[in-house]
């Protein structure tokens, strides 16, 4: 009697259709309508940037990987969604060499020491971006209209910041109207290039969430639980803020690009629904913290990077029983 050999392997057994190249190309998919509006507004000095960035974070993993003996990578669309959400991520106007030094950051630093693509601890791009802004404040704080702005320095007597959060900031009573709206969802404002269209990325978000790229919870607890802790902690007071001052909150600054593009990376979230919840409140929270209270206008950046420092933490107690176990008396 012949005896079959059998081959035995572990799990999984099924294999899906879905390849990293496949999300990863989905992913620029979603973003290519803001890059569209952020080069169409900030013009030569927007794309510059956008090309430098993207073409430094490609050029640094090849170039550490080939050092290093690995396989090169770069063919997986990570490194030129890293570089793009960078350049998302800073003024138009800066220098030459602040989009190059970041890529290298986020790409050798903070993604190829670790491991590389799925074993980084840490949001790459994120993390260039506070480095940056850590050690080149005044070009990372230097803000750039694009053509008939609406959000000029001019728009509110006394103030000479260019955002609106700025503008928020020191007069928290300034009350938007229908151009301010128009201006956050349609690009006329100032800020880093992934601001400058509200619209787009929300737009963006929704494709990736019909193609299923990324799960729904963490987007919509983050921007969900923003909105109730900024009507809790108002910057007037508790409970004080209206439905059109949270909302225009919620459009401001890199809210959207971050709850959609960044929140959401496979490698640095939760993997368990009941952990994508927390990590989605857990943002919110911080986001208006920081925004509101402390020093700086804007908190999503830091929100998300901090957040990903407990993702271990939330997915060790947010896993599921596994069946079968005995429970202790």
Known sequence: M????????????IIGKDTTVRR???????????????VYFYGIPGLLTIVLAVVSAVFAEALYQ?????????????????????AFNIPPSVPFWIPILGSFFAIIVVKQLFGGLGANFINPALAARAFLLASFPVHMTNWTFGPDSIASPTAVDGVATATY????????????????????????????????????????GIYLLARRVINWRIPVFYIASFAVFAFIFWRNGFFAASPESIMFELLNGGLMLGAFFMATDYATSP??????????????FLAVMIRF?????????????IMNIFVPLIDKYTRPRVYGRRIKA
Do not use: N, W
């Open 293 to 305: 209270y402390s020093g700086y206008p804007e908190g999503v950046c830091y929100s998300i990077l």
């Open 165 to 204: 959060l700025a503008i928020l900031r020191t007069i928290p009573e300034f009350t938007p109207g229908q151009s301010d709206f128009m201006a956050v969802l349609f690009g006329k404002v100032g800020g880093s290039i992934g601001e400058v269209s509200a619209a787009a990325l929300i737009a963006g």
């Open 66 to 86: 080939k050092v290093m003996g690995k396989k090169v990578t770069v063919y997986d669309f990570s490194a030129i969604i890293t570089g793009l959400l960078l």
């Open 2 to 13: 012949e005896h079959q050999l059998l081959t035995v392997s572990s799990s999984p057994h």
């Open 24 to 38: 990863m190309r989905d992913v620029l998919i979603a973003l290519m309508p803001a890059f569209l509006f952020g």
């Open 271 to 284: 993997i368990t629904p009941k952990g994508k919840i927390i990590m989605g409140i857990g943002c919110g």
